[in-house]
């Protein structure tokens, strides 16, 4: 069997290694950082400060019995809460006291290019015994993080949150409030990990589908023989539908607040506070989902950025997101905060406590989620409808959007809709036996409350929504250019590519869809107030994720990074970048320096995000202004796909 050969990794002779760390760090002089006072995991210090001396330093740091001679600031891992107030201009000094370069990135942060700290862009790096200080008026509130550029010291642990006071009274201020800053630890050096996956990419995925398992995922399908079929169209692509994330539970312990699940991070709380929880997910490759059984979550802001308040029951937080939700609970009791892996191999854990010591039950995890054929863009034709049933997002019983009124059905082309990538759809109120190819030429009085928001639009002779809106009034619509490479060629790069990608907006992601529990998706997300630039974008760039998993390569239109050049933005252009996802995985994907209006529904109040996820065969779009001139990284924030191709530069003159 495939996975017989595998070998779980051996953390070899790590108890060696810790001896001889402490043994230095005895008489190195860099102990003299051991002076620095302890942090408070998840307090936010009490008052705001535009001066900041960090030092970053190797430190032997234990978590879960896993002891690495970690990358820290101010010793801690996570670094320090640091906290200052929108308006002012800050000051802080790193001082790097590694023998290797390191850097700080402030991840979220509109700031000049040079200060952004990504080294080789506009920035060097600072070297070994170097000071460099990071100098930029800060021009925003909300709740962010800062992390290292440099050497995949990321992750290991060199992260820490950056909390941003508005100018004005916060409108949300809380009894308490706290930074709930979920990652991962592992004693595995990430150049093992990468090389481990670079061998085999399901290394550190142990649970793939078996011969054991057929009988229940035959109930599932539908009998055995569409189970085998399944099986069988999945090994054909030299695919494992389980295949969720690259690294797992089995080398990774996930921490909150840099604390075990078996030790728990708490919060204190009295019943009847409001207590705003800023979650940020600083892990290297880990998506979240979370929840806090018997507490409604009312989610507050979106990356930094206040939305319209979203009651949810659970949330998924790709790498690199911050999402703050305010909860407040009534009774006198503990409450679990859970945070599970996305593929279900572990969970992050905390409690919400009125007095110290007391847990709260801990919930079973879900069941891991399986890849579908839309998470492949696969095209549905001639696929029988029962098939269909077990697609994400087909149960339109959650799905109440109406139509936008300036969606008019009338003139729309139906023979070029592909029915197929249509997310939503209510299979059930269909005929039975009506294959998805019998769709072009039916009657359009019976499409009833199609959500036409979530059609893919690209397949009609209206290409984008501002043309759509354009149509409306007397101004003659804007001249969008569309760069467009086209799809990209498979080869020893590309594995695939989503012949029909969807919008999956709606779709709060793999494994979440019909759990019972009310799950946030992008489409919910709703800013406060309008996006300073209303312009239509005036250029398209459309931009397919790809990757090679067996090669563990990745990158953009089925490039690697090496192989690219920048993307030239002219300065104060406004653009769209569409996403296009051909792969079979998540990826968040970050772009530096500027606001990324997701567009999401919801027009001038599309919220603003510096990381958006892109869904496996989903197809979005995001809107930004290029107000600010630089070389700026865009970048999958999973950091073994960024290293290993899937980033590219944006160049802004
Ligand atoms: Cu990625």
Redesign the pocket.
Known sequence: MKHSLKTPPTRRSFLASVGAATGLLGLSPRNIFAQTPPVQTGQIPTGTQSDWHLNVTRQSITIDGKTLNAPTVNSTVPGPVLRMKEGENISISVTNHLTEETSIHWHGLRVPAHMDGVPGLSFHGIAPGETFTYRFPLKQSGTYWYHSHSNMQEAQGLVGALIIDPATPDPLSCERDYVVVLGEWTDVSPAEIVSNLKMQDDYYNFRQRTTASLPAQSQHDGGAIPALKSRLMWSGMNMSATDISDVSGVIYTYTLNGIAPHTGWEGIFQAGERIRLRFINSATMTLFDVRIPGLEMMVVAADGNPVEPVPVDEFRIGVAETYDIIVQPHENRAYTLFAQSEDRTGYALGTLTPHTGIRAPIPAMDSRPVRTMADMGMDMDGMDMSDMASMPGMDMTTHHTPMPPHHHMAGMKMDKMDMSSMPGMDMKSMHHGHHMHMMPGMHMDGMGNMPMHSMDMGHMSMSSDSKMQNAKSDTPPPRLEIDDPGPPPINVENQNIAAHPIDRLNDPGDGLAQNGRRVLTYKHLRALTPAPDQRPASREIILH?T?NMQRYI?GFNGRKFSESGPIRLQRNERIRFTLIND?M?????HLHGFWSELENGQGAFNPRKHTIISQPGSKLSFLMTADEPGLWAFH???L???DLG?FRTVSVA
Do not use: K, V
């Open positions: 994720l990757g990745w792969t995985m998540e990826h968040p994907i999958c924030h999973l073994y796909h960024m899937m």
